[in-house]
């Protein structure tokens, strides 16, 4: 079955640092979609993506479609203590329809 | 404006008692989705519906079921609930081949 696999699964963020994370499997996927996920609440839609090649920005997030279609990064840029909370990625292949498959998640954590 | 509301947001249950569990959306997509997610996992799809199409995934147990009555509504029964069971659900719902959007869970705890 699809299997994405997502890292880094944590990671430290100091404030106005550029971060980065990504998702990788031996499947082709044809949408990429990153969420971030706070204690408690639903996932929220970061980006979605549909096409090889795609670069999309939202604010200070911006994410690419892997040329390969098998994997996909998400960049935040000059971070801020509310960007912590746990990111997903999640992908459909063609040949699943419409079955969404999530990563195992970056939890990311402020620097102490 | 919420537009995929789940029902209720936090859900008590006894072992072994029937519990139902609902999500309503306002966006008229066709696809809707049911996940567990368990503490510090990601979600897992239990199943989704394309339209009134029903596909189930080969790992999620019998004692989980889904309705889906119209467009609008779908539920989570779970039978006959055991202390494993306990977890956040979460509904979400696309146009197919499109981005999904989440509701904010309920979270069941079984007692």
């Known amino acids: 079955g699809q299997q994405l696999n997502q890292s880094p699964q944590s990671m430290f963020i100091q404030e106005g640092e550029d971060v980065s994370m990504n998702c990788t499997s031996s499947s082709i996927f044809n949408t990429w979609l990153w969420y971030k996920q706070d204690p408690g609440e639903g996932p929220v839609l970061l980006i979605a993506?549909?096409?090889?090649?795609e670069l999309t920005s939202n604010g200070r997030l911006t994410a690419q479609f892997g040329i390969t279609r098998k994997d996909s990064f998400l960049n935040i840029s000059a971070s801020i203590p509310s960007d912590v909370g746990i990111y997903f990625c999640a992908g459909r292949t063609r040949a699943a329809g419409n079955k969404l498959t999530f990563g195992g998640g970056t939890r990311v954590l402020v620097k102490p | 404006d919420a537009m995929v509301i789940q029902n209720p947001r936090y859900q008590v249950t006894q072992f072994g008692k029937p519990v139902t569990l609902s999500c309503s959306q306002t966006?008229?997509?066709?696809?809707m989705y049911w996940y567990q997610q368990k503490s510090s996992q990601a979600p897992k799809l239990l199943f989704h519906?394309?339209?009134?199409?029903?596909?189930n995934e080969a790992d999620t147990p019998d004692n989980f079921q889904s309705r889906r009555p119209n467009t609008s509504f779908c539920f989570l029964d779970i039978r006959s609930p055991g202390l494993g069971d306990a977890a956040m659900y979460l509904c979400?719902?696309?146009?197919?081949?499109?981005?999904?959007?989440f509701g904010q869970g309920t979270r069941l705890t079984v007692v």
């Open positions: 519906y394309y339209d009134k199409d029903f596909n």
């Open positions: 966006l008229n997509h066709n696809v």
């Open positions: 993506l549909y096409k090889a090649g």
């Open positions: 979400a719902t696309s146009r197919a081949g499109f981005g999904a959007f």
